[in-house]
Structures are given as C-alpha cells and as structure tokens.
C-alpha cells in the first residue's frame, strides 16, 4: 500500500492518532473501536510524510523511535506493534536551518536523509516548463472535456521566460487560466 498524510494539515494534538492510530476509549471522543494508524495502513507498503517540516518536536520523537524500532505504540494502547513501512518524506523547508533552530531534531533528519532528492525550482528548469505545460494542457482537457489546445511558439517563449515565483502550481493554475479563457484551439 501507498499512504500519503500532509504533516501541514493535521493539528498537533491529533498528529499522534493520526500517524499511529488509538485504542477504544483513548481520549474523550475516541470511536468505539479505535483507529487505525498511517503507520498499520502502511504496512508492507509505504508511508509519505508531506511537509515533514510543520511536525511537532514531540510527534519528532515519536517518528524517530518507529523509524528505529520498527514499532508503534497506539495512543492509549499499551503493546508494541511491529509494522514494516518505507517512509518517504518531502518539504520545502531547509530542514538544516530548522534544526539550527530547534525547530527539527538533527537525529531524525539524519535518519530520514537515506536518499535526498532535491528538486530545483521551475526557474533553474526551464527545459521542464514546456513540458509540464503539455501535462497540464492534457489534464486541462480531460478535466472540462474538452478539444486539445495547442501553445503557440511566442507563448512558449513567454512561458520559459517567466520567473515562475509559484513553482508548478502557479505554472499548472495559468495554463487551466488560459485553457479555459481560450476560444481558439491555439494559445497565444
């Protein structure tokens, strides 16, 4: 299995239930049979952690003692389970500066720093730009289905100029812009 969880997105008191899962009866408003974890759901498959960065110190602590034991503990549970989950983590954050900052424990970034793939930004690619703009011209059309549209040369030229601030989103959200304000099946 692939399971995928924002880091961004969950609050910190919920994290631990979350990324572990609880027993019955852990905490008021528990459901009646518990909850399964990211962590189980994984299991035998992998765990990707987005926006590893916005994890609470505590919550550090806990991913750094599954990550060397192999093990979970539920919240409110009392037994250890072993679960065998290949974690992949992404941020845009320079994780060097938060641990400079206390912000992210260095063992965990240490742990978690088996293989680094650094992505540069659209401005440092823009042999990628054209493209990822025929991905999203793609995406655009099955999405409104609707005809293919075309860039035209001198829009291409624009596109690769472009200092894209945004990075991909901002990319993706001005080609669906303009594929859907187009009348014509070519973009200028």
Not at 6 to 35: M, Q, R, V, W
Not at 63 to 91: C, F, M, P, Y
Not at 93 to 117: A, C, P, Q, T, W
Not at 145 to 167: C, F, R, V
Request: net charge negative; proline share 4%.
């Amino acid at each position: 299995p692939f399971v995928a969880i924002n880091c961004a997105s969950i609050s910190p008191e919920l994290i631990d239930s979350e990324l572990f899962g609880y027993e019955s009866g852990a905490f008021t408003g528990a459901a009646k049979n518990g909850h399964v974890g990211k962590f189980e759901l994984s299991n035998g498959g992998t765990l990707f952690l987005d926006e590893v960065a916005e994890l609470p110190l505590h919550a550090q602590t806990k991913l750094l003692r599954t990550l060397e034991t192999h093990q979970i503990t539920k919240v409110g549970g009392t037994k250890n389970i072993s679960v065998d989950v290949r974690v992949i983590a992404a941020t845009n954050r320079s994780l060097e500066k938060m641990i400079e900052e206390g912000l992210f424990r260095e063992d965990l970034y240490y742990r978690l720093m088996v293989l680094n793939i650094t992505i540069p930004p659209l401005r440092e690619r823009p042999e990628d730009i054209i493209p990822c703009c025929e991905f999203f011209m793609k995406q655009a059309m099955r999405i409104n289905n609707s005809e293919m549209k075309t860039i035209d040369d001198s829009a291409k030229k624009l596109l690769i100029e472009y200092d894209w601030p945004g990075n991909g989103r901002e990319l993706r959200n001005v080609i669906n812009r303009v594929y859907v304000m187009s009348n014509s099946s070519v973009i200028t």
